[in-house]
C-alpha cells in the first residue's frame, strides 16, 4: 500500500538560513507527488507537483523539490527562509489512475527564528 | 473564481447526535474529496468521488460516516451518532479531472466539536 513517511515532526531555522524538508513515498509505479503548505488559520496551498520529466521541480514562493526514484524521496527545498514561511508542510503522493487517491504524510511544522 | 466552500465553519454539537457538512466544489471539477485533520495531525483520506463513478470509500473510519455528492457537484459528508473521538477539522478538496494530476484546492474546513 502506498504511503508517505515526514521524519521530522518540527524543524527550526533562523531567518535566512537554507532548509531542507524530508519526505520519503512508498508506491509501487511511479508517483504523482506533491508538497502543500498550511499556514497558520489558512487552508492547505499546493506548493508544487512532480508527474514526470526533469527530477527537479520549481514550485511558489521559492521552493523547489527533487524527485529521486533510487531513494523514493521528494524532499522540499529553500535557499533562504523568509519569517512568513513559518507553516506546516505536507508531502504527499497521488496514487491511482490521474493520481487522484492522495495520501498524506503526518506533515513537518516549521519553526523560523529570527 | 469562486474556490471551494464547506459549511458550516464551525459545528458544536453533543455527543450522539448527527450531523451534516456541507461542500460545494470549484465549478467544473469532477473529483472531490474529504479529509480529516485531528489536533497535531496530517490529513487522514475519508473518502473521494471522481466524475460518475462509484465513490472510493476506503478511508472512512466506520459505518457512522458517509457522504453523498448529488448532481456530480455539491457534498455532504454526515456522521451519525457522534463520538467524542470524531471532533476534529473536516476538510474538503477538489480537483479537474484532466491533465493536472490531481491537483487538489482545498476549502477551510469545517471544525466540529464534539461535547
Known amino acids: 500500500a502506498q504511503s508517505v513517511t515526514q521524519p521530522d515532526i518540527h524543524i527550526t531555522v533562523s531567518e535566512g538560513a537554507s532548509l531542507e524538508l524530508r519526505c520519503n513515498y512508498s508506491?509501487?509505479?511511479?508517483?504523482?507527488l506533491f508538497w502543500y503548505v498550511q499556514s497558520p488559520g489558512q487552508g492547505l496551498q499546493l506548493l508544487l507537483k512532480?508527474?514526470?520529466?526533469?527530477?527537479l521541480v520549481q514550485g511558489i514562493k521559492g521552493f523547489e523539490a527533487e524527485f529521486k526514484r533510487s531513494q523514493s524521496s521528494f524532499n522540499l527545498r529553500k535557499p533562504s527562509v523568509h519569517w512568513s514561511d513559518a507553516a506546516e508542510y505536507f508531502c504527499?503522493?497521488?496514487?491511482?489512475?490521474?493520481?487522484?487517491?492522495?495520501?498524506f504524510g503526518a506533515g513537518t511544522r516549521l519553526f523560523v527564528k529570527a | 473564481g469562486a474556490g471551494v466552500s464547506q459549511s458550516p465553519s464551525n459545528k458544536v454539537t453533543e455527543k450522539g447526535k448527527d450531523v451534516e457538512l456541507r461542500c460545494d466544489p470549484i465549478?467544473?471539477?469532477?473529483?472531490l474529496y474529504w479529509y480529516r485533520q485531528s489536533l497535531g495531525q496530517g490529513l487522514e483520506f475519508l473518502i473521494y468521488?471522481?466524475?460518475?463513478?462509484?465513490?472510493?470509500k476506503s478511508g472512512l473510519p466506520s459505518d457512522r460516516f458517509s457522504a453523498e455528492r448529488t448532481g456530480g457537484s455539491v457534498s455532504t459528508l454526515t456522521i451519525q451518532r457522534t463520538q467524542q473521538e470524531d471532533s476534529a477539522v473536516y476538510l474538503c478538496?477538489?480537483?479537474?479531472?484532466?491533465?493536472?494530476?490531481?491537483?487538489?484546492?482545498f476549502g477551510p474546513g469545517t471544525r466540529l466539536t464534539v461535547t
Open positions: 508506491y509501487g509505479a511511479t508517483p504523482y
Open positions: 478538496a477538489s480537483s479537474f479531472d484532466a491533465g493536472s494530476g490531481g491537483e487538489q484546492y
Open positions: 465549478s467544473g471539477h469532477t473529483a
Open positions: 468521488f471522481q466524475g460518475n463513478s462509484a465513490p472510493d
Open positions: 512532480y508527474f514526470s520529466g526533469d527530477t
Open positions: 504527499a503522493v497521488g496514487a491511482g489512475t490521474g493520481g487522484f487517491k492522495t495520501i
